[in-house]
């Protein structure tokens, strides 16, 4: 377990934060990134922590073989059967052991190999940079140093967003970050804490109690009450997490790129995932599908690079075949919107449509078998029994607090925010200065909620820091 959020929010942060702006000396603050990162890390994964380092010196070494030597493809080649073997191992061999068993019969025994936190998001920034340099996009880093902050700094080490070398390599080297940057990026980071702590916690409760019962006790009301419960609470809780990171990242100098920008606004599943876990889908635009041959081959070859980057896409999230179906599910929804003309429907239509297409692959990502989720999604379409026993489940999880965060959530859910900015702004900048106050105020009293919330000891770890 990494550090407890008391702990990071009111001890971790705040002396790194103050020593790195006391030192006058720019290697200096890196170094001290360096470290902190390091013992960020090290506190919940002290042994794993070396795998890390490891990953980091290897890449590190591709990097700068990749310009001395002439067998540039052959290095490209064995740095990507490295990466891949080494987050294989840890994370898909028992997977596969445990297929393998059911296909044949056999009982080989699982090797219960430790999933380091983080290993996917550490080692596709890490396959970013020897592919950058690769294709000379970047020249290789000279300095160790740099290249493990570069993989290990601590905001987003741990469950994203994935930065790709070259867009953050002039930054490790060179930034700058005066007093409206810290405040804003202290607010961008509040706003990201509150997401995780006052809305996914509360729709994990609801989430966690139907996935959780007897499938016996489960009809439409309370499937459908589970879904959308855990619709919000995987979008506030990762896109809470990214905006911490973003937001800490920003207090110390440096421009991370958006990872979701209202993805339940769009009018199509292309739309949504434009707009969903954006460093995750860019990173296989640039890095998988682009070379396979992205749209250049024809129409068929576009569709089978589609299917093959939405089954990476859902095996990177997880060891279990619920993923994969999720991705392929996600991938068969982009064929079908390349020949369908859903595009044309009208907006409301189109955003009921990928509600409902997204609402329910959820419910395959969240179930713990494939079972489980297609007997869920049963359950949403037929469970129409409403039995005493039944109800009375469904009713307990439909708390006051429980629909007064689902009303925050639709609402957040939409760029009501950006709008309210707009309104301001045709009303002058006066309007924008005498604004700015309430900006902090609410600041400080959501800061405040979120620690009254944590110190009641709950530990509620972010869904992502298991991939």
């Not at 294989?88 to 056999?106: E, Q, R, S, V």
């Not at 890490?126 to 996009?137: G, P």
């Not at 809780?237 to 990171?245: L, V």
């Not at 189109?350 to 713990?368: E, K, M, N, P």
């Amino acid at each position: 377990m990494v550090f407890s959020s008391l702990t990071f929010l009111c001890v971790f942060f705040p002396m790194v934060f103050i020593i790195y702006y006391l030192i006058p000396s720019f290697r200096a603050k890196n170094y001290l990134l360096i470290i902190s990162s390091l013992l960020f890390y090290a506190y919940g994964e002290p042994v794993c922590v070396l795998l890390m380092i490891g990953s980091s010196a290897m890449n590190y070494m591709y990097g700068r073989l990749l310009e001395k030597m002439q067998r540039r493809k052959l290095v490209l080649t064995l740095a990507v059967l490295t990466n891949f073997f080494t987050l294989g191992f840890f994370k898909y061999a028992d997977m596969l052991i445990d297929t393998w068993n059911h296909l044949t019969g056999l009982q080989v025994p699982l090797l219960q190999v430790r999933l380091p936190i983080g290993i996917s998001f550490f080692t596709f920034q890490a396959l970013s940079y020897v592919v950058d340099v690769y294709r000379r996009q970047v020249k290789a880093q000279e300095n160790f140093g740099k290249m493990l902050l570069y993989i290990s700094f601590f905001p987003q080490l741990i469950a994203g967003p994935i930065v790709k070398y070259h867009d953050i390599e002039q930054q490790i080297s060179r930034r700058v970050c005066d007093a409206g940057d810290i405040a804003a990026g202290m607010r961008r980071f509040i706003v990201g804490l509150s997401k995780k702590v006052l809305l996914s916690n509360v729709a994990a409760v609801a989430a966690d109690a139907v996935f959780a019962a007897d499938l016996a006790k489960v009809n439409a009301l309370s499937a459908w009450l589970g879904a959308v419960a855990y619709l919000f609470q995987i979008y506030f809780d990762f896109s809470g997490y990214s905006d911490m990171a973003i937001g800490l990242g920003h207090m110390f100098g440096f421009t991370f790129q958006e990872n979701f920008i209202y993805p339940y606004i769009s009018c199509n599943v292309q739309e949504f995932w434009r707009r969903w876990h954006i460093s995750l889908s860019t990173w296989f635009k640039e890095y998988l599908y682009i070379p396979l041959g992205g749209n250049r081959k024809g129409t068929v070859r576009t569709y089978i690079n589609k299917l093959i980057v939405f089954f990476c896409t859902g095996l990177w999230h997880g060891a279990n075949w619920t993923f994969v179906v999720w991705g392929l599910y996600h991938g068969a929804f982009l064929l079908l919107e390349g020949i369908l003309p859903v595009k044309k429907l009208p907006k409301v239509l189109g955003h009921i449509y990928t509600l409902l297409a997204v609402c329910v692959g959820f419910v395959i990502f969240r179930a713990d078998t494939l079972y489980q989720g297609f007997a869920m999604i049963g359950k949403m379409f037929t469970g129409w029994s409403f039995e005493p026993e039944m109800m009375s489940f469904a009713l307990r999880q439909m708390n006051p607090l429980f629909w007064l965060v689902m009303v925050i959530c639709v609402i957040a859910s939409t760029p009501v925010k950006n709008s309210l900015k707009k309104l301001c702004g045709r009303h002058g900048k006066d309007r924008n200065v005498l604004m700015a106050p309430y900006s902090y105020v609410c600041s400080i009293v959501l800061l405040v909620l979120c620690m009254l919330s944590l110190s009641s000891g709950t530990y509620n770890p972010f869904i992502y820091f298991r991939f």
